[in-house]
């Protein structure tokens, strides 16, 4: 979620539209997540959102 935050707000410093700022961020945000997850086999931990 920070890194989702991080990413819009340097994208919106960078002058990039919102709705395009976060478009992008959620696809590097899930990106990461897939390689972290499947190829380097590393478990998040599940948090506050751990029903989903």
């Not at 700022?21 to 997540?33: D, F, M, R, W, Y």
Request: include cysteine; proline fraction near 2%.
């Amino acid at each position: 979620m920070c890194t989702l935050i991080l990413l819009v707000i340097l994208m919106l410093r960078l002058r990039v539209k919102f709705l395009t700022s976060i478009g992008i961020s959620l696809i590097v945000l899930a990106i990461i997540l897939v390689v972290f997850q499947f190829f380097f086999n590393v478990s998040f931990p599940t948090g506050i959102f751990s029903f989903i």
